[in-house]
Each structure stands twice: as structure tokens, then as C-alpha cells.
């Protein structure tokens, strides 16, 4: 039984920063991706980051500058650490872990306000 939680979600004025972790814990093999997914109100859930084993990382255009993604591979953890919030960074923001399958975490609300 593999479980991914999520954390760090709240509300915050535009232009504030939050930084969100998300835990894997149980049988869970060797995670090659840990990922952060979001998804708004009537929009579709879509990548924001994600960090490969390698180190590389990958980032949707609209957070580039922003939004840094790490993990520490001993505590099979990934952070989000977010800057300059906008109103439209707004959702629910989604952990995936990958080992053989895809792991998701129950999700943490973000909310940035005007």
C-alpha cells in the first residue's frame, strides 16, 4: 500500500509565496518522477513541474521563473516552493510519484487572492 500526502496549501495575497511538500511512504520502489500537477475550476488538471531522477526538471511556460521544484530522495519527498503568486495560480494542486505506477496524493488547496 503506497500513500502520497500533500501539504503546505492555504491562502495568500498575489505576490506571496507558499511552498507545498508532498510524502510518499509504503511499499514504494524507486521513484524515477515526482511531479506536481493543478487543476482550476472547469479547466483541465495540467503539469506544473516535475523532477526526474537525474536531477533534471521540467516546468509549465507558466511558472518558469517562479515555481522551483525539488525532492530529497531519502524522505521520498518533493517540494513546490511558489513566489510571486497570481490569481490565476489559483487550484488544487495535485503530488504524482512514479516507481512502476503512478501515485497520486488527495490534492492541496491553493488560493491567491487580488
Known amino acids: 500500500q503506497v500513500q502520497v500526502m500533500e501539504s503546505g496549501g492555504g491562502l495568500v495575497q498575489a505576490g506571496g509565496s507558499l511552498r507545498l511538500s508532498c510524502a510518499a511512504s509504503?511499499?514504494?520502489?524507486?521513484?524515477?518522477?515526482m511531479a506536481w500537477y493543478r487543476q482550476a475550476p472547469g479547466k483541465q488538471r495540467e503539469l506544473v513541474a516535475a523532477?526526474?531522477?537525474?536531477?533534471?526538471?521540467n516546468y509549465a511556460d507558466s511558472v518558469k521563473g517562479r515555481f522551483t521544484i525539488s525532492r530529497d530522495n531519502a524522505k521520498n519527498t518533493v517540494y513546490l516552493q511558489m513566489i510571486s503568486l497570481k490569481p490565476e495560480d489559483t487550484a488544487v494542486y495535485y503530488c504524482?510519484?512514479?516507481?512502476?505506477?503512478?501515485?497520486w496524493g488527495q490534492g492541496t488547496q491553493v488560493t491567491v487572492s487580488s
Open positions: 509504503g511499499s514504494i520502489w524507486s521513484i524515477s518522477t
Open positions: 523532477v526526474y531522477r537525474s536531477g533534471s526538471t
Open positions: 504524482m510519484m512514479t516507481d512502476f505506477r503512478n501515485y
